[in-house]
């Protein structure tokens, strides 16, 4: 099936020439997902002339043990006819083997990358993607300073990419920020969000700046209260040492959830260049007031999830699970209630939850409009009208609303209007990751997190977490959606959506 991006790109968008260097790459996220893309990318004649790809990692291996491992990951998490880019690529694939703290590693780096300029007589753009903990990064990024290899010399880039989680807290962050400062200019750096790749989170800005319909009524008037949704329906499985770590909040909220909530609720940019959208974005965040101690338990909830039966099959609780420290306070669900302050949205409350072992995975936006302002059609109990953003699974948009039933009656029902990609286009998403990609190679950081983005996510998660010292997450049994004391987060009669 051909890949929806094929259709997006012309002539004037094609990327340059260009090196791809996988830093990690012996690690999961290069076969199940960054080969996979580029393979797909490839597929669709997307990727660039003269490119190539260098793993760098401190196993023993050759270029053809590199290879057979990605041949590997691609079959199993490859898209059709993966297989057969990825055999037509691999002449330009190839693998360094060196730690990432020895600074002779970097210099045969540096001479490696001009051997394939060299043999394919261009002169090729880098990108480095840091595929490996945080903890790496530091070493990682003063050796790229030191060998030259972050320097952009005439009209040759030199970017990189760095994955989440982009620190722990407000303060680490700022910290792994001037890290990556001293090696590369902000321009070059791409902070990737694999959840802004998302075809339905891209369209959010389609959806309201394309259309006249939808804006008009985007606003504290006429939307009663706006649901983000990120769940999913197993546990923490063998990432409980890493979870522990993290939790939900720092895992989604701060980063996903957040993310999405900028694009709904941000002001109409003065063009889609990257930093013209992502102004209006922290603008948002602007919006949101760093939560003082004593109103984190009006405006939050955290929960952890307890042993129960899911489908038939009883499932271990959160202290159960491998890797879990026994007495953990660590939350597997939050919900938080957000106030925007601006004109737009103020009495708009915006409320984002996520969580594991919920009863179905799923994510979405659902636009909760207000109620008319007169029930003329008594006897009727009519739902809002929502409007809401499928992500993940089946993506797409519906709109609920209110329609006459056939017959003499005045008897209303609740019916839908769905637009699914696959059956609009002929043709499933692309992953996440194969646009990030090339949108990186391209120069277009428009979905990429900005630093002052970075920083201000985490002023409110950070004020929410040191909230949370003196109470410790509320039970609720493996297979619901979450602790009840989450309802009292909505107010007004509002309820969560069960989807």
């Given at each position: 099936?051909?890949?929806?991006?094929?259709?997006?790109?012309?002539?004037?968008?094609?990327?340059?020439?260009?090196s791809l260097v996988i830093f990690g790459a012996t690690?999961?996220?290069?076969?199940?997902?960054?080969?996979?893309?580029?393979?797909?990318?490839?597929?669709?004649?997307?990727?660039?002339?003269?490119?190539?790809?260098i793993g760098f990692a401190r196993r023993d291996k050759s270029d053809e043990d590199f290879r057979a491992d990605m041949r590997d990951g691609i079959e199993k998490h490859g898209r059709e006819g993966s297989q057969e880019s990825l055999r037509a690529m691999e002449p330009s694939i190839f693998y360094h083997r060196s730690t990432f703290e020895d600074p002779e590693g970097y210099e045969a780096l540096r001479q490696r990358l001009d051997q394939i300029d060299k043999a394919s007589n261009v002169r090729s753009n880098r990108i480095f993607y840091l595929a490996t903990p945080p903890s790496a990064y530091s070493g990682i990024l003063q050796n790229l300073k030191l060998s030259g290899l972050s320097e952009e010399v005439g009209d040759r880039f030199s970017r990189v990419i760095v994955?989440?989680?982009?620190?722990?807290?407000?303060?680490?962050?700022?910290?792994?920020?001037?890290?990556?400062?001293?090696?590369f200019d902000e321009d070059q750096v791409y902070r990737i969000d694999h959840y802004l790749g998302k075809e339905t989170v891209q369209n959010i800005l389609a959806m309201r700046f394309?259309?006249?319909?939808?804006?008009?009524?985007?606003?504290?008037?006429?939307i009663d209260h706006v649901q983000i949704t990120v769940a999913e329906s197993i546990g923490v499985g063998?990432?409980?040492?890493?979870?522990?770590?993290?939790?939900?909040?720092?895992?989604?909220?701060?980063?996903?959830?957040?993310?999405?909530?900028?694009?709904?609720?941000?002001e109409p940019p003065v063009s889609l260049a990257a930093n013209a959208v992502r102004d209006e974005k922290v603008k948002v965040l602007h919006g949101i007031r760093t939560f003082k101690p004593k109103e984190v338990p009006r405006n939050t909830v955290r929960g952890q999830y307890t042993r129960d039966y899911?489908?038939?099959?009883?499932?271990?609780?959160?202290?159960?699970?491998?890797?879990?420290?026994?007495?953990?306070?660590?939350?597997?669900?939050?919900?938080?209630?957000?106030?925007?302050?601006?004109?737009?949205?103020?009495?708009?409350?915006?409320?984002?939850?996520?969580?594991?072992?919920?009863?179905r995975r799923v994510s979405e936006v659902a636009i909760h409009f207000r109620r008319p302002p007169l029930h003329l059609f008594h006897g009727n109990e009519l739902s809002q009208n929502i409007l809401l953003l499928r992500i993940q699974p089946d993506e797409g948009v519906s709109l609920r609303f209110?329609?006459?039933?056939?017959?003499?009656?005045?008897?209303?029902?609740?019916?839908?209007?769905d637009f699914r990609y696959g059956s609009a286009f002929g043709q499933g998403s692309a992953d996440a990751y194969e646009r990030l990609l090339l949108d990186a190679m391209l120069g277009d950081s428009t979905l990429f997190a900005r630093?002052?983005?970075?920083?201000?996510?985490?002023?409110?998660?950070?004020?929410?977490?040191?909230?949370?010292?003196?109470?410790?997450?509320?039970?609720?049994?493996?297979?619901?959606?979450?602790?009840?004391?989450?309802?009292?987060?909505?107010?007004?009669?509002?309820?969560?959506?069960?989807?």
């Amino acid at each position: 099936m051909a890949n929806p991006l094929a259709a997006e790109l012309d002539n004037n968008r094609r990327a340059p020439p260009c090196s791809l260097v996988i830093f990690g790459a012996t690690g999961d996220l290069t076969k199940r997902k960054l080969m996979p893309s580029l393979a797909g990318l490839h597929s669709d004649g997307l990727l660039p002339t003269n490119f190539s790809v260098i793993g760098f990692a401190r196993r023993d291996k050759s270029d053809e043990d590199f290879r057979a491992d990605m041949r590997d990951g691609i079959e199993k998490h490859g898209r059709e006819g993966s297989q057969e880019s990825l055999r037509a690529m691999e002449p330009s694939i190839f693998y360094h083997r060196s730690t990432f703290e020895d600074p002779e590693g970097y210099e045969a780096l540096r001479q490696r990358l001009d051997q394939i300029d060299k043999a394919s007589n261009v002169r090729s753009n880098r990108i480095f993607y840091l595929a490996t903990p945080p903890s790496a990064y530091s070493g990682i990024l003063q050796n790229l300073k030191l060998s030259g290899l972050s320097e952009e010399v005439g009209d040759r880039f030199s970017r990189v990419i760095v994955e989440k989680p982009f620190g722990h807290d407000r303060k680490s962050a700022n910290a792994l920020n001037e890290q990556v400062a001293a090696s590369f200019d902000e321009d070059q750096v791409y902070r990737i969000d694999h959840y802004l790749g998302k075809e339905t989170v891209q369209n959010i800005l389609a959806m309201r700046f394309a259309n006249g319909i939808y804006e008009p009524l985007w606003n504290q008037q006429y939307i009663d209260h706006v649901q983000i949704t990120v769940a999913e329906s197993i546990g923490v499985g063998s990432r409980g040492s890493y979870f522990e770590e993290s939790g939900i909040t720092r895992d989604m909220i701060q980063n996903h959830l957040l993310q999405v909530l900028t694009l709904v609720a941000m002001e109409p940019p003065v063009s889609l260049a990257a930093n013209a959208v992502r102004d209006e974005k922290v603008k948002v965040l602007h919006g949101i007031r760093t939560f003082k101690p004593k109103e984190v338990p009006r405006n939050t909830v955290r929960g952890q999830y307890t042993r129960d039966y899911v489908g038939g099959e009883e499932v271990p609780g959160y202290l159960e699970e491998e890797g879990v420290s026994a007495d953990s306070m660590t939350e597997t669900y939050t919900a938080v209630r957000l106030q925007i302050n601006n004109w737009r949205w103020g009495k708009t409350p915006f409320l984002l939850r996520s969580g594991k072992r919920l009863p179905r995975r799923v994510s979405e936006v659902a636009i909760h409009f207000r109620r008319p302002p007169l029930h003329l059609f008594h006897g009727n109990e009519l739902s809002q009208n929502i409007l809401l953003l499928r992500i993940q699974p089946d993506e797409g948009v519906s709109l609920r609303f209110g329609s006459k039933v056939p017959g003499p009656n005045d008897d209303i029902r609740n019916v839908r209007m769905d637009f699914r990609y696959g059956s609009a286009f002929g043709q499933g998403s692309a992953d996440a990751y194969e646009r990030l990609l090339l949108d990186a190679m391209l120069g277009d950081s428009t979905l990429f997190a900005r630093r002052d983005e970075v920083d201000e996510a985490w002023r409110i998660v950070d004020s929410i977490l040191e909230g949370w010292h003196n109470y410790p997450p509320k039970p609720y049994g493996a297979g619901t959606w979450g602790p009840e004391a989450a309802d009292d987060l909505l107010r007004k009669g509002r309820v969560w959506r069960k989807p």
